[in-house]
């Protein structure tokens, strides 16, 4: 059986860029680490979005311009990727908080045995706990697993808000 690894949408836009926090630039170095060590398959996500952003839903609820496609801001973190260097590695870009491509990718992964899936990166609030859920509705029998201490939230209060949902709903938290 093989473990899987999400890395969510650790760009440049939400570690030091236009959505930037400390907290998101304090999360490299763990995240580098749990990548580095961790036994099995390595998936990104990454935050896409057009020139026409803020014509969007989202950029009518969040009219910050972040992650368009090809940017410096859209490219995960240098150092984040070469912590992947030598594993099986799939990149996913997605442009809604849920990716349905990772959904669809897992789906012909799962013919070869999952142990687990395990999800890491930002937001924790948004896009970790949106991708986490659609995976545990998707996989009812495969763990699950969000590591809080490679998270971080918008918000420290949603971050913290986000791990309680997700335990609620049968995800395992881990690193608090």
């Not at 760009?11 to 990548?35: H, M, N, R, T, Y």
């Not at 260097?85 to 013919?111: C, H, N, Q, T, Y």
């Not at 924790?124 to 509705?137: E, F, G, K, P, Y």
């Not at 939230?153 to 971050?159: P, V």
Request: net charge negative; with cysteine.
């Amino acid at each position: 059986m093989k473990d899987i690894l999400v890395v969510v949408d650790m760009q440049k836009d939400f570690i030091d860029g236009a959505l930037g926090s400390p907290q998101a630039q304090a999360l490299v170095g763990p995240v580098v680490e749990k990548i580095r060590h961790f036994q099995g398959d390595i998936y990104y996500t990454r935050d896409t979005h057009g020139e026409n952003y803020l014509e969007t839903l989202e950029g009518q609820n969040l009219p910050v311009i972040h992650c368009v496609e090809y940017t410096e801001g859209w490219r995960i973190h240098p150092d984040i990727m070469a912590a992947s260097e030598g594993k099986k590695v799939v990149v996913i870009d997605k442009p809604a908080f849920g990716s349905m491509e990772l959904l669809r990718i897992m789906e012909e992964e799962i013919w070869n045995p999952v142990g687990s899936i395990t999800l890491v990166g930002l937001c924790t609030d948004i896009c970790v706990i949106s991708n986490a859920l659609m995976l545990r509705s998707r996989f009812c029998q495969i763990p699950i697993c969000v590591d809080a201490s490679c998270c971080a939230g918008a918000t420290l209060e949603g971050h913290q808000e986000a791990l309680n949902a997700m335990e609620r709903c049968h995800i395992q938290i881990i690193g608090r």
